[in-house]
Structure formats: structure tokens, C-alpha cells
């Protein structure tokens, strides 16, 4: 079955970066494309980034950018979320999510495609 | 960007019950709605997909509905497993959350 194991909680100061890692296994890597979001604690879901798991393109919400680098290692199945100059906000549960897709006709392409947040990895706690 | 808002932000029900959540989005995003639950201290997962999908091995009790701006997630004969908070997503464009409805039991 599909999983997603992400990396131990780290607990980080002001100013430092942190990079959390997302095993993946279960399913062909280089098909789908992988959501970072995150929740901090008591409150909703924000979705932070995309990427590809087939070429690497990158999405990153706005708020993150240049501050966020998400990537992928496509020999061991792996997506990687790097956020630097943390805060005492980011502290957060990180979640890597594998993407689902549907197509709603006998054939689909680009935009045709309805996307989703497929299977959530367990999430990796981090304390800034 | 588009922003999500669902109603109520809490609501308690008793077992059994058939329990509405709405869902608005600020602009027309066809039918690009996801529905996850989310219980306490785990990571969310998706019931609805596309508006009206069930995913795969979720009771037939959760129902989507909706098309353009607004949108309703409803639990027929609700069942003490369904404590949970519950969050839309669009994926029109990127993706956006609700704030979440958190569901207790009566």
C-alpha cells in the first residue's frame, strides 16, 4: 500500500532552517507530484507547495517564496521540504501529502484533471 | 487567490443525526472540492473528491454536493467514529483550505 514516512521532530531557533524528509514507497514516484502542508497548533491546513515527482517543477505559495525549497530524489522515492530564517510561527506539523488526480470523462489532460491531497504521511513536528 | 469559508465553525449533534457543512468559495470553482476529516492528533484524510466522489473506503453516510460557489458535505445517521474536524480544499487554482468545522457529539 502507499506510504509516506517522514522525518523525526526537530526543534530549531530563530534565524536557523530546517529540511524535512518523505519516503515515500507503494506507488510509481515519478507519476504523481507531492503537496507540502502544514497546521500550526490549533489551527487549519495551509497548503505550502508542489512538486512534481516526475520532472521537479515547483508551485509554492506566495507567502513562502524565497523563503521555501521543496525537491526530490527520485533514486530513493524521496521529497525534500527545506524552510529557512524560521520564526517562532512556523512552528508547525509538516506534512508531505501524495497527490491524487481524477478525470471526470474518458480522457483527460491539463487542466481537465481534478486534483487532491491523496495519502497524508504521519506529519513531523516542528518547534522554532 | 480564492478564499474558502465554511459554516458552522463548530456544531454538536447527537448520534444519528444527519449533519449539514456548507463550504463558499469567493469565485466559481466549478466543482474543484475536496472534503477531509481530520481526528484529534492525526493526519487529515480525504473522504469527497471532486464535489460528489466518495473515495475509496469511506462510508457511504458522507455525501458531497455542490457546483460553482457553494458547496455542502453531509453525514447521514451521524456515528460516534465521526468526532472529527472537518476542512474543504479547492483545487482550482493551487489549493486553499476552510478554516475547518469541528463535529462533537451531543
Known amino acids: 500500500q502507499v506510504q509516506l514516512v517522514q522525518s523525526a521532530g526537530e526543534v530549531k531557533k530563530p534565524g536557523a532552517s530546517v529540511k524535512v524528509s518523505c519516503k515515500t514507497s507503494?506507488?510509481?514516484?515519478?507519476?504523481?507530484?507531492i503537496n507540502w502542508v502544514r497546521q500550526a497548533p490549533g489551527q487549519g491546513l495551509e497548503w505550502m507547495a508542489w512538486?512534481?515527482?516526475?520532472?521537479?517543477?515547483?508551485n509554492y505559495a506566495q507567502r513562502f517564496q524565497g523563503r521555501l525549497t521543496v525537491t526530490t530524489d527520485t533514486s530513493t522515492s524521496t521529497a525534500y521540504m527545506e524552510l529557512r530564517s524560521l520564526r517562532s510561527d512556523d512552528t508547525a506539523v509538516y506534512y508531505c501529502?501524495?497527490?491524487?488526480?481524477?478525470?471526470?470523462?474518458?480522457?483527460?489532460?491539463?487542466?481537465?484533471?481534478?486534483?487532491?491531497?491523496?495519502?497524508w504521511g504521519e506529519g513531523t513536528t516542528v518547534t522554532v | 487567490d480564492i478564499q474558502m469559508t465554511q459554516s458552522p465553525s463548530s456544531l454538536s449533534a447527537s448520534v444519528g443525526d444527519r449533519v449539514t457543512i456548507t463550504c463558499r468559495a469567493s469565485?466559481?470553482?466549478?466543482?474543484?472540492l475536496n472534503w477531509y476529516q481530520q481526528k484529534s492528533g492525526k493526519a487529515p484524510k480525504l473522504l469527497i473528491y471532486?464535489?460528489?466522489n466518495l473515495e475509496s473506503g469511506v462510508p457511504s453516510r458522507f455525501s458531497g454536493s455542490g457546483s460553482g460557489t457553494d458547496f455542502t458535505l453531509t453525514i447521514d445517521s451521524l456515528q460516534p467514529e465521526d468526532v472529527a474536524t472537518y476542512y474543504c480544499?479547492?483545487?482550482?487554482?493551487?489549493?486553499?483550505f476552510g478554516q475547518g468545522t469541528r463535529l462533537e457529539i451531543k
Open positions: 501529502v501524495k497527490e491524487g488526480r481524477f478525470c471526470p470523462s474518458t480522457s483527460c489532460y491539463g487542466t481537465q484533471y481534478h486534483y487532491y491531497m491523496g495519502v
Open positions: 507503494g506507488y510509481t514516484f515519478t507519476s504523481y507530484g
Open positions: 512538486i512534481s515527482g516526475y520532472n521537479g517543477n515547483t
Open positions: 469565485q466559481n470553482i466549478n466543482d474543484y
Open positions: 471532486a464535489a460528489s
Open positions: 480544499q479547492q483545487s482550482f487554482t493551487t489549493y486553499s
